[in-house]
């Protein structure tokens, strides 16, 4: 969805916190053709005397940029419930058509949305046999992300080829090449470029086959991780792979580095051999996101399918071993995730901050309380020294976590607002 709201009266949100670097104690911000127009403070919004203006009382409630999610759908279930509710329709007609794809595509975002999440990366899963039809395998694509495309969520399409293990060597790399192909079309329908993700330990015997082929075809390159690959071998791999990339002066695309989904580590030094790769990392649940960071690893975090994110930040806040900061922990999963996200300009679509010019999307949460939460014993946990300027987030206790009130993208509201006492919009 391209649209940026300009059809919706301007909404001024007041009595609130606004979390925006540039603005750190800010309780009111101006949403306007679907960007943020002001932000700043309740005294100087209340000079406002606009006859269209929509003024909305947050009640205190927190703003703060949406989260980018990860969905996954597989199309091989979708095939095998198409194909029993074809034989379902022919016994009672009337029927065909019920959870179709496109629906289904809708529905999982909608469900992101409801998390508080603008946008994702939007993957279906296609076993390797099905590119064999590849029309029918192109038509499942399309419809797709041609619904993703109809929706307010942002989508990164991503497409993983599963059971690549049964096929021999150059079986491999045909397969990526077909499916690389399949995805032109997909680029075109959601004006960015789609990713291919393939399973890590089905490839890592070829990786640099299988990279070379992919930088070839312009498509980042998502390596998959399981627990059938130790993070030692796989940056072993990694490490190779590029040095010889390097030699051959083939490198990935620029803006579509090789990502590692799902990689973690203890040790230090892997982090600091994949530095050098220019390989960026998207942690999956909790992870070593402290180390990574320290390391300078371009690293991002989403949270488990269904969890609120709020739940991995504060997995990481109170990590055993790796804590990190609650600012840190949140910046993972939104200013960092929306800087690894492909564009097809080379640039980021928003930069995850409710500053002025930015697109105007964010999330509404109720919180108990509102803090400067550091992993360190020795800061104030609650610190809010107005010299620090830092913006506050959520106090997160481990137990207890944001609610979400509504998401917005591009400044239109795409969930039903959670009703509150005290809290409403009035024109």
């Not at 192109?138 to 096929?167: K, W």
């Not at 105007?360 to 803090?371: F, G, N, Q, R």
């Not at 969930?415 to 409403?424: I, L, W, Y």
């Amino acid at each position: 969805m391209t649209s940026t709201g300009a059809a919706h009266p301007p909404r001024l949100l007041t009595n609130g916190t606004i979390h925006s670097p540039s603005e750190p104690y800010a309780d009111a911000m101006l949403v306007e053709d679907g960007l943020i127009a002001w932000v700043g403070s309740d005294e100087t919004a209340a000079e406002r005397k606009d006859a269209d203006l929509v003024i909305q009382d947050l009640d205190r409630a927190l703003v703060a940029p949406a989260f980018v999610g990860w969905v996954d759908l597989d199309a091989a279930e979708h095939a095998a419930e198409h194909a029993a509710g074809d034989a379902a329709a022919d016994a009672a007609p009337g029927t065909a058509g019920v959870g179709s794809w496109g629906t289904r595509i809708a529905a999982a975002l909608d469900a992101a949305a409801a998390l508080g999440c603008g946008a994702v990366r939007l993957n279906i899963e296609l076993p390797v046999p099905a590119l064999s039809e590849a029309e029918v395998a192109q038509e499942l694509l399309n419809t797709a992300f041609r619904a993703a495309a109809e929706h307010r969520v942002r989508a990164y399409p991503v497409l993983t080829l599963t059971g690549l293990a049964e096929s021999g060597v150059a079986d491999r790399l045909d397969a990526v090449r077909a499916a690389a192909e399949l995805l032109r079309t997909v680029d075109a329908i959601l004006g960015r470029p789609a990713a291919l993700q393939l399973p890590a330990e089905d490839v890592l015997e070829q990786l640099l086959s299988i990279r070379l082929a992919a930088a070839l075809a312009q498509r980042q390159l998502i390596l998959r991780m399981s627990q059938n690959i130790t993070p030692a071998t796989m940056v072993a791999a990694l490490v190779d792979s590029t040095g010889e990339m390097r030699a051959k002066r083939q490198s990935p695309p620029g803006g579509l580095p090789t990502v590692l989904h799902g990689f973690d580590s203890a040790s230090r030094e892997e982090w600091e051999s994949l530095l050098n790769t220019g390989v960026q990392v998207v942690l999956r649940g909790r992870g070593h996101l402290a180390t990574a960071l320290s390391v300078g690893v371009p690293v991002s975090a989403v949270a488990e399918a269904g969890q609120s994110p709020w739940a991995a930040v504060s997995a990481h806040v109170h990590h055993e071993s790796d804590p990190v900061s609650v600012r840190a922990g949140f910046n993972a999963q939104t200013r960092g995730a929306y800087r690894s996200l492909p564009e097809s300009s080379g640039t980021p679509a928003t930069s995850a901050q409710l500053d002025p010019g930015a697109r105007a999307t964010y999330a509404i949460w109720e919180v108990d309380s509102l803090a400067v939460q550091t992993p360190d014993s020795r800061t104030a946990a609650w610190s809010t020294d107005v010299r620090a300027r830092t913006p506050l987030l959520p106090y997160l206790d481990g137990a207890t976590l944001p609610t979400l009130i509504s998401t917005v993208i591009d400044g239109v509201e795409v969930t039903h607002p959670v009703a509150r006492s005290g809290a409403g919009a009035q024109a």
